[in-house]
T-cell receptor, first 113, second 113 residues
Framework: DQQVKQNSPSLSVQEGRISILNCDYT??????FLWYKKYPAEGPTFLIS?????DKNEDGRFTVFLNKSAKHLSLHIVPSQPGDSAVYFCAASAQTGANNLFFGTGTRLTVIP | DVKVTQSSRYLVKRTGEKVFLECVQD?????MFWYRQDPGLGLRLIYFSYDVKMKEKGDIPEGYSVSREKKERFSLILESASTNQTSMYLC????????????FGDGTRLSIL
């Protein structure tokens, strides 16, 4: 049973515009959330994370928003650049137990020049 | 920067062979993980280890075993390879403190013929 869901397999955005990637989760014990970016033939690269005590975290062009009541998080990329074209994975973990990450199935972002 | 190195980028083996995938990390991380990535399924956890000689099953451990004799090295073993184990295998490591991301290697593309 998929505990972390990314319902959009793909997204295309014009260069310079905002990219919004969405993620939903079902396990209310999750309290740490991450986004990874993956290029072909490379491993996932950590991008940004957020703890459940916050509702927003920014790092340069990347902002992650967390809505705990809706069990929803999103990644905003502003402005989008062609180099941002990759597959983005959302992941979540609970601090109790083994801290394992549960991944979504990924969203392929294409930024059109 | 964290460096997670997987010994092979591409590997081709035959059905029934015993296959070893090796992973080394250079950051003295306590936790190490093995995932497989398949289209439409995201990353699924096979096994993880939180200390030397300690291991725990993930979501899909069947047909696999692991070994962690030294802190920096985590090996994934396919006891008798089968065609349904053709996949991308990803190793990751993480520090033992709270709210730390996992860092991934570049993956091993394994084909079982």
């Amino acid at each position: 049973d998929q505990q972390v869901k990314q319902n959009s397999p793909s997204l295309s955005v014009q260069e310079g515009r905002i990219s919004i990637l969405n993620c939903d989760y079902t396990n209310s014990m999750f309290d740490y959330f991450l986004w990874y970016k993956k290029y072909p033939a490379e491993g996932p690269t950590f991008l940004i994370s957020i703890s459940s005590i916050k509702d927003k975290n920014e790092d340069g062009r990347f902002t992650v928003f967390l809505n705990k009541s809706a069990k929803h998080l999103s990644l905003h990329i502003v402005p989008s650049q062609p180099g941002d074209s990759a597959v983005y994975f959302c992941a979540a973990s609970a601090q109790t137990g083994a801290n394992n990450l549960f991944f979504g199935t990924g969203t392929r972002l294409t930024v059109i020049p | 920067d964290v460096k997670v190195t997987q010994s092979s980028r591409y590997l081709v083996k035959r059905t029934g062979e015993k296959v070893f995938l090796e992973c080394v990390q250079d950051m003295d991380h306590e936790n190490m993980f093995w995932y497989r990535q398949d289209p439409g399924l995201g990353l699924r956890l096979i096994y993880f280890s939180y200390d030397v000689k300690m291991k725990e099953k993930g979501d899909i451990p069947e047909g696999y075993s692991v070994s962690r004799e030294k802190k920096e090295r985590f090996s994934l073993i396919l006891e008798s390879a089968s065609t349904n184990q053709t996949s991308m295998y990803l190793c990751a490591s993480r520090a033992g403190t709270e709210n730390q991301p996992q860092h991934f290697g570049d993956g091993t593309r394994l084909s079982i013929l």
